[in-house]
Structures are given as C-alpha cells and as structure tokens.
C-alpha cells in the first residue's frame, strides 16, 4: 500500500530537497511543527522508502569534469537477460552518472561526465560501442545547463502553495 503523504509531509520533502543538510530544528520551524514530531515524520519519510538518500551536487566543470554528454544507445537483443547484462555493465562505468531505458528508437539514455573530449571519445569508443550487444551510439554533447532541480515537484497544498 502507498504511503499517503499530507500537506505537512510534502512541506517536509519540499524543503529537504530544497537543502537535505537543514537541521531538524529549522526543517520544524519551515513546516509549522515541533521538533519531535517533525523528525518522526522524516524517520516514517525514510523507512516508506519515499527518502532513499543524502547526497551532494557538485560542481562536476570545478570538479575537473568539463564535459556532459547524452549516448543513445540500441541494442541487438532486448530479452531481459540482455538487458541485466547491459545494466551490469553501465555500473561498471564511472563516466555513465545517469542510465535510464527507454522505449523508442533508442534502448537507453546515458549521462556521461568527461575531464575533456578525448576521454569522452576514449570511452565511447573504447567502451561503450566495444560492448557486447551495443548495435549503435549517438552522442549529443551538452553546451550548457539550463536547469537542474533534482527530486519531484513539489504538490501544491488546497490553498495553492506548496
């Protein structure tokens, strides 16, 4: 059975999206709770799954990483076997940040991340393309972020808010 979330958990994840390093004392003062509760809450968000992780953006071009590129990728076979072994493979991958199947034309989008355009290529086409089942490749190479805003919308509560 779902997790049914109210306004007041939906303030909650709102908020920590927005900053997962916010005390519990001031995620409390934002949604309108005390303390205790409010730290039940998050402890019920995280055991139903619906907060998996913490984690950090980055500033990957700072970091070193100046290239962000999408491969498109089709594959020969699509059984689930086929499949696996293709996932297997991308989390071998450092490069690949992001792989989701599609449907479509193409089997799967990748994020990739690359010092430079020669480590990119160094990977496309000493990895990527020499995989196994791997029929074709397209690559589009990023000129520049427009947005980047992870986890969900956040719904608006019954007064139009969120």
Not at 30 to 52: D, F, K, M, T, W
Not at 56 to 78: K, R
Not at 134 to 152: D, N, Q, W
Request: overall charge neutral; some cysteine.
């Amino acid at each position: 059975m779902p997790h049914v979330l109210d306004a007041i958990d939906w303030r909650i994840l709102k908020e920590l999206m927005a900053d997962g390093r916010i005390t519990n004392v001031a995620l409390a003062a934002r949604v309108g709770l005390s303390p205790p509760p409010c730290l039940r809450r998050v402890r019920a968000l995280e055991e139903a799954g619906l907060i998996q992780a913490y984690t950090a953006l980055v500033d990957e071009a700072a970091l070193g990483f100046a290239i962000t590129a999408f491969a498109m990728v089709g594959l020969h076979n699509q059984a689930e076997s086929d499949l696996r072994a293709f996932e297997n493979r991308v989390l071998a991958w450092p490069l690949v940040r992001e792989a989701h199947m599609l449907s479509g034309e193409s089997d799967y989008m990748l994020r990739c991340v690359a010092p430079d355009l020669p480590a990119f290529q160094e990977f496309v086409l000493g990895e990527l393309t020499a995989a196994p089942n791997v029929a074709s490749v397209k690559t589009f190479l990023t000129i520049r972020r427009a947005k980047r805003e992870p986890g969900v919308p956040a719904r608006p509560t019954p007064s139009g808010g969120c």
